[in-house]
């Protein structure tokens, strides 16, 4: 990793039998979530888009064991990596995708719009993240809690304008924001060559000290998002990483992948560069866990994924009741107009 | 079906009597405040009172505002809470609602709304559709306001009124103030709302003083959004107006009423959500509507009105089709004789009663 400032983040990690489980589970039950989303997106049951982040489980899991559950994230749409880590289910996960009651949007969001406690999804316009992830940076230095904010983006987003009006604030007010570009490649169907002047991402911030991290190993991933995350809690203002990391899907359900990139080149990073794999080999050769021991996690997580498929295509669709539902907050009822002047439906607000 | 009444101009009702409505006794006057030490009032009041309130926006701290609004707030708060932007609309709007997810609640300041299309996806995509998308989860109390609708002489790209764009969609709760007890109180219901509001001011209403009531000058003076307010009774035409339009509809009737059409002005205060029921129980009396506003007549505020009056019991007891009086159908022209004639001037609006009447 190259880096503007003086250090960087250490050469060498530490890695505990504890940890190494606790990452190969993560990074496992999201490629397994993943996989089958794509099964049930096939099968017609979840629809609309649907933008799946096998290959990058290092990126999301790395990024959740370098911070705190107290700081932030923010992320666009290839979200439900990061919807895990950050403490939703499965199986509500899964239950938001085939848009039922038990999702954790209640059906009411869908792939690109699910939220927790200090994670504010989920965005659909490619780039709008970065500014929002500032403002939360904003509130945490405000508040003065020590918290950061994890404002993510991909190489297309890269090229917004808003990211530069947002590196631009987020440097003159020294927001404790990490912006980072998950680099897979391709924006869409557009290679990197093709969309950027200039593809080092981790220098588009300019005057923002950047770092290029190998974003498919989760220990890199992990010791990058730690020095990124004291940097930024020691007052020092933001910091960029690029994570250089690869989807095996294409960019939606909708793309096969394969009219920009060959087969070859996937099968290529499968084949090498697979973060599962990685951490799996690592682990296997310094005697911390053991095949079997691994293949028992494997068949843990296939049933645990199995079990939210079935609820997810068993719980029921949203009553219709909810339509109205939850437009405003803490507001008295108003009236809404349905599809015709005497459907006059009522909004309830949250509280 | 429709009443056959509707068909016919009659005009009867407006030359009916000489019933001259009784101006009711004001408290005793106890202040004059213009329009923009109202906003500051309430802005003050809001910051001292919540300390997650913040202002942030180009030129509002240390120029003391663009129009003045926010005077003397950076001095007394200080950097944290009253920041100066970069000119960098959709870069600020989206951190203000960022902020605004992580438990604070800015007020975003737009120079004039004419700068928010910048933002815009911020303030729809990121501000409005959240609480939704997220069944309730992610609440987004924020305040986007700066002054909306023509000036003086700032020509087509810094004239248009964006009452129609913004209250247009689900989320959002739009306001538009007239005089200064409207600014203040509903500056601090907006502020003090835990859901997006859009606050559209007026440039040309800044330095003009209202009267104050005792009440509305407490700490705690707030307007309920959503209502609407009857400025001026009366019996044979009902104008609904919002912003600057309020005070030339007023205009209009006080020249009416000595040749005895007395005029129902009713200032709209909010709209989204639009008090239609005040509109309808208006209209049920006087039979006859018109609308005025500054913004283009096409899918503008009036034409809605018209829609809702259409669609509600009030349109059985229209004595004639509604109508409305719009700024003219063009971008705004810089020439002073022909930006005078793109706005709604009080005898436009006379003319338009008039015929409305069929007098």
């Known amino acids: ?351 | 079906m429709a009443s056959l009444r509707c068909f016919l101009r009659s005009g009867k009702n407006a030359m009916a009597a000489l019933q001259r409505s009784g101006f009711h006794s004001s408290a005793p006057a106890a202040v004059q405040m213009m329009v923009r030490d109202a906003l500051n009032q309430a802005m003050d009041e809001e910051l001292e009172r919540d300390e997650r309130v913040f202002l942030l926006g180009e030129e509002v701290a240390q120029y003391d505002g663009a129009y003045k609004v926010s005077r003397g707030l950076w001095k007394k708060y200080g950097d944290q809470r009253i920041i100066d932007t970069p000119i960098s609309e959709m870069g600020f709007t989206g951190i203000a609602v960022g902020a605004a997810f992580a438990g604070l609640r800015p007020i975003c300041e737009f120079m004039t709304f004419n700068f928010s299309m910048q933002a815009i996806d911020q303030v729809i995509n990121s501000a409005a559709k959240t609480c939704y998308m997220s069944a309730g989860f992610q609440a987004v109390p924020i305040v986007f306001r700066g002054p909306n609708g023509s000036s003086a002489g700032v020509a087509a790209q810094h004239s248009q009124c964006f009452a129609a764009w913004y209250a247009h969609c689900p989320g959002l709760k739009v306001v538009s103030p007239w005089n200064s007890e409207d600014a203040k109180g509903l500056l601090k219901a907006a502020i003090r709302d835990d859901n997006p509001v859009v606050f559209m001011e007026n440039e040309l209403m800044y330095g003009v003083p209202f009267e104050m009531s005792e009440e509305a000058l407490s700490k705690d003076f707030v307007l309920p959004i959503g209502k609407a307010k009857i400025e001026r009774p009366g019996n044979h035409v009902t104008l609904v107006s919002h912003s600057r339009c309020v005070g030339h509809c007023l205009d209009a009737a006080a020249v009416l009423a000595k040749e005895g059409i007395e005029c129902e002005v009713i200032n709209l205060r909010s709209i989204r959500p639009m008090d239609t029921d005040a509109i309808e129980a208006s209209v049920m009396k006087t039979n006859h509507l018109v609308t005025v506003e500054g913004g283009w007549p096409q899918f503008g505020v009036g034409a809605e009105i018209c829609a809702k009056i259409m669609e509600g019991p009030a349109f059985n007891y229209l004595d004639a089709p509604v109508t409305r009086v719009t700024g003219v159908d063009i971008p705004m022209p810089y020439a002073k004789i022909l930006e005078d004639n793109s706005v709604p001037q009080i005898k436009d609006i006379i003319f338009s009663i008039k015929k409305t009447l069929n007098v």
């Open chain 1, 1 to 351: 990793s190259l880096l503007f400032s003086d250090e960087g983040p250490a050469d060498t990690a530490v890695l505990t039998r504890d940890q190494g489980l606790s990452y190969y589970r993560c990074m496992q039950t999201i490629r397994r979530m993943e996989l089958k989303a794509d099964q049930l997106y096939k099968q017609k049951i979840i629809r609309g888009f649907c933008h799946l982040y096998d290959g990058q489980e290092a990126c999301a899991a790395g990024i959740e064991a370098g911070i705190e559950r107290t700081d932030h994230v923010i992320t666009a749409y290839r979200a439900h990596a990061f919807t895990y880590t950050r403490g939703v289910s499965v199986r509500e996960i899964l239950a938001e995708l085939t848009g039922r009651q038990g999702g954790v949007a209640k059906g009411k969001g869908g792939s690109m719009h699910m939220y927790a406690p200090h994670f504010y999804g989920g965005n659909g316009i490619v780039g709008a993240q970065v500014p929002l992830g500032a403002g939360i940076a904003l509130a945490c230095q405000y508040q003065g809690n020590g918290q950061i904010c994890v404002a993510l983006y991909g190489d297309g987003a890269a090229n917004q304008g808003q990211l530069f009006e947002t590196y631009n604030m987020a440097a003159l007010w020294k927001l404790p924001c990490v912006f980072v570009c998950e680099n897979n490649r391709y924006g869409m169907g557009t290679s990197v060559e093709r969309a950027a002047a200039s593809t080092d991402y981790y220098k588009r911030g300019d005057f923002i000290p950047g770092l290029r991290v190998d974003g498919m190993d989760v220990l890199c991933v992990r010791e990058a998002t730690k020095f990124a995350a004291d940097h930024c809690r020691s007052g020092k203002g933001p910091i960029l990483m690029e994570l250089q990391t690869y989807r095996y899907h294409g960019h939606s359900m909708s793309d096969p992948g394969v009219s920009y990139r060959t087969r070859e080149e996937v099968q290529e990073v499968r084949s090498k560069n697979d973060p599962i794999s990685l951490l799996k080999e690592r682990m296997l050769s310094n005697n911390m866990a053991s095949a079997e021991e691994l293949k028992e996690i494997d068949g843990e997580i296939r049933k645990e994924v199995d079990d939210a498929a079935q609820f997810a295509t068993s719980d029921p669709e949203p009553p219709l009741d909810d339509l109205c539902k939850y437009i405003y907050h803490n507001s008295p009822p108003v009236q809404v107009r349905g599809t015709n002047p005497w459907a006059k439906l009522q909004s309830v607000s949250s509280s």
